[in-house]
């Protein structure tokens, strides 16, 4: 099992940057990619980046450019630098971690493991 808390969101002016970080324990060795998601009001989840055991990084087009995401293995934390926010990408945003190497990291049905969310509001 593993836990996944996230923290870092808030609210925001358009143009600003905030940070997520996701803080992950218990058997995080089986664990092989992680990600970011994000659900605005009704629409579909819908992965935003994801990271691989390997270092490799995948974005959705949306951020491409804006958004980072990293890993601190040592720490077990997992990073999402947004820069240039948006008022579209107001949403929950939710941490995310999956036990097999997929090359679609940012579809939903890939990951076991799931944070709450936290929530990330852009106001123009």
């Known amino acids: 099992q593993v836990e996944l808390v996230e923290s870092g969101g808030g609210s925001v002016q358009a143009g600003g940057s905030l940070t997520l970080s996701c803080a992950a324990s218990?058997?995080?060795?089986?664990?092989?990619?992680m990600g970011w998601l994000r659900q605005a009001p009704g629409k579909e989840r819908k992965g935003v980046a994801a990271?691989?055991?390997?270092?490799?990084?995948t974005y959705g087009e949306s951020v491409m450019g804006r958004f980072t995401i990293s890993k601190d293995n040592a720490k077990n934390t997992l990073t999402l630098q947004m820069n240039n926010l948006s008022p579209e990408d107001t949403a929950m945003y939710y941490c995310a971690a999956g036990i097999q190497y997929t090359p679609t990291p940012l579809l939903e049905n890939k990951y076991v493991y799931w944070g709450q969310g936290t929530q990330v509001t852009v106001s123009s």
């Open positions: 990271i691989d055991g390997d270092g490799r990084t």
């Open positions: 218990g058997d995080i060795d089986g664990t092989v990619s």
